[in-house]
Structure formats: structure tokens, C-alpha cells
């Protein structure tokens, strides 16, 4: 049997005391040690393969150094991308993250949480489901560590990470009037989601504050489910009016990445025919003709610091954190302004 390298092993190798290769292995901070011996022990593990004993060190400290993360879809680039920020951040404190899609299923959520609590992850970062607002509160009522990312329940006093939804909305739905578009139309998922409703109420806050009409037809709600044939439909209705619409919000990068791909096809010119704001940029406005503004969200702090958030809470319960970060617009051609098209104001 090949033998386990122990930090006595190390210790002896570098000539220094297992209390200190195990102070700089667990990386705690080497303020009162030189960064040359901090070097030398890093080296000396790597050279021997050194390995943690997980099973001893979750005994000693009652850790199993392992998050959960519960994204709504993994396939979704916004959800990867925020996974792989969080892998990064909890691979810096020695924690493994373990993660899975809701697929916007509460009975999903409810059925990987369970999962994930028998493998006795120390805390979970969790992109809620509609309807899921019972599992939090017992999340809450059980004492586990947990941060909420990008979607959060108002009437739950809990830790939460996102963005100013509803400024961000107000701010795209304003950039395209101060670009003269008058007739403002919204695309977006069928769903109670608070942070999606947010989404909507700076939309119409945007149309009032500026004396223009809020038309109920000028608002589709499609169902996630039936994105790929609803969003198309969605655009036909929009553009058959009687009024129809010369610009338009999506209001997530599903909705917009099937709304490209079915405008590509049309006799519609953007930003001619029909300004876009989209939240997000989509897989599709990486092909389409005309660069698309879109609000773009800071994943990389948002990811940052859900992580961090959550593994203060494991080692020492914390106050709770409620983060709003700022979105930013990201003004590209689809959103050019009118007068430069010619086109009466």
C-alpha cells in the first residue's frame, strides 16, 4: 500500500513544525511568516503529492468543506458563468462545490436540496424557483448557512446578493426614448418572480415618467417551457398592431437569444425597424448583424461575494447581508438613435 504524506512528512522535508505547514496549508494568513518558508512548504506539499486527510479534518472541525449551489440552469450562460465565479472564490478557502439546475422548478429545488443535505454541504448558495419561498424559510428556520443569488423573496428577512432590477429596467426603457423610440414594448417570461416583476415595474415607471402610454398589448409574457414557439409569436403580435412597437425590452437573455434568431428571419431591420434592449447578451447577438445593447450584470462580484458571504456565515454566524449591486447599460447600434436614421422624432 503506497503510504499517505502527512504534514509530519512536510514538516520534516522542510525542517519547519507541523503546527506551521498546517497554518499555511489551510490557508490562513502568512502575515508572520516569511513568504520564502510559505514558498518552500507549498513546494514540498506539491513535490510529495500531498493530499488533505478530508475525512480527519471534517472530524475535527464538524465541516464537510463542500457548498451547494442550485442554479435555475446550468445551460444558461448567466448560471455557468456565475458557477464557475463561486467554484473559484470556495476553491480559495479549500471548499468543494457541489452543484445542480432547478430547471425554475420548486419541486426540483426541494428534491436537490434534500440531496445536497444528506451530503452535508456547510451552506448553500441558491437562485431560487417561483414558488419556492417555503423551502428558504425552512433553510432559515433549520439554522443553515445560505445566500440567495440574483433572485430573493422581499417578505424574507435573509442574505441575498442581486441587482437593482427595477433601475436597471427604468434606465434601458429610458435610454431608448431619450434615443425618440415612443412605442415601447416588453418581452419577457410569464413568471412571479420578484426580481422579473421588478423588471416590468421600471419598464412602465420609465413609459409614465416620460408621458407615454403604458398598452397592455405592448406586454408579452411568455411561458419558459414554450420559449421557442411563444417568443416568435410574441414578435408577430407586436409588429402586426395597429401601433406597433418601434422598440423593445427583453427582459432575460432566454427570451432575447429567441427573439434574434426569429428577427434574423423577418423583413425587419434593427435598429431601422425596432429598437432592443435585452438584459443580458444572448448566445444569438454574437451573430446578429447589429450589435445589441443590452444590461449587462457584474457577475464576477456578485459571484465573489455570495461566496463570501456564505462562508462567513459558516465559520461565524454573521448579520445578514442584503447586497443591491448596479447593473450597467451597455449602449451598442441596436439602440441608435432615430434622428441619425432619418426618421422623424
Do not use: C
Request: proline content about 3%.
Amino acid at each position: 500500500m503506497v503510504k499517505r504524506i502527512s504534514l509530519k512528512d512536510i514538516a520534516k522535508k522542510v525542517g519547519v513544525s507541523t503546527a506551521l505547514v498546517s497554518y499555511v496549508l489551510n490557508n490562513k494568513k502568512e502575515g508572520r511568516i516569511s513568504k520564502e518558508v510559505a514558498q518552500k512548504i507549498k513546494d514540498a506539499a506539491k513535490e510529495l503529492n500531498y493530499t488533505a486527510n478530508q475525512i480527519a479534518r471534517s472530524l475535527k472541525t464538524n465541516k464537510t468543506f463542500t457548498i451547494g449551489l442550485i442554479v435555475s440552469d446550468i445551460s444558461n450562460p448567466f448560471s455557468s458563468i456565475l458557477n464557475r465565479i463561486i467554484e473559484d472564490e470556495a476553491e480559495k478557502s479549500n471548499y468543494l462545490v457541489l452543484s445542480g439546475s432547478s430547471d425554475e422548478s420548486s419541486d426540483k429545488l426541494w428534491k436537490l436540496t434534500r440531496v445536497l443535505q444528506n451530503y452535508q454541504v456547510d451552506g448553500f448558495i441558491i437562485s431560487p424557483a417561483e414558488h419556492s419561498a417555503p423551502l428558504i424559510q425552512q433553510l432559515q428556520e433549520q439554522n443553515i448557512p445560505f445566500v440567495l443569488i440574483d433572485r430573493y423573496f422581499p417578505e424574507i428577512k435573509t442574505n441575498y446578493v442581486t441587482i437593482d432590477n427595477y433601475k436597471a429596467a427604468y434606465e434601458g426603457v429610458k435610454h431608448m426614448i431619450e434615443n425618440g423610440y415612443r412605442q415601447i414594448g416588453l418581452v419577457g417570461l410569464d413568471i412571479a418572480l420578484f426580481n422579473m416583476q421588478e423588471r416590468r415595474r421600471g419598464y412602465m415607471d420609465a413609459l409614465k415618467e416620460h408621458d407615454l402610454p403604458i398598452k397592455e398589448e405592448w406586454i408579452k409574457r411568455v411561458k419558459r417551457e414554450h420559449v421557442k414557439e411563444a417568443v416568435p409569436k410574441a414578435i408577430d403580435e407586436l409588429m402586426a398592431l395597429d401601433e406597433p412597437v418601434d422598440a423593445v425590452l427583453f427582459t432575460n437573455n432566454v427570451v432575447s437569444t429567441q427573439a434574434l434568431k426569429y428577427i434574423n428571419t423577418l423583413p425587419i431591420r434593427v435598429p431601422d425597424d425596432l429598437a432592443i434592449v435585452s438584459f443580458d447578451e444572448s448566445d444569438a447577438a454574437d451573430l446578429f448583424y447589429a450589435p445589441i445593447t443590452h444590461i449587462k450584470q457584474p457577475l464576477q462580484e456578485m459571484g465573489r461575494l455570495a461566496a463570501d458571504i456564505l462562508l462567513e456565515n459558516i465559520a461565524e454566524r454573521q448579520e445578514i447581508k442584503q447586497v443591491k449591486m448596479e447593473a450597467k447599460l451597455i449602449v451598442r447600434k441596436s439602440t441608435e438613435r432615430k434622428g441619425k436614421l432619418g426618421r422623424i422624432l
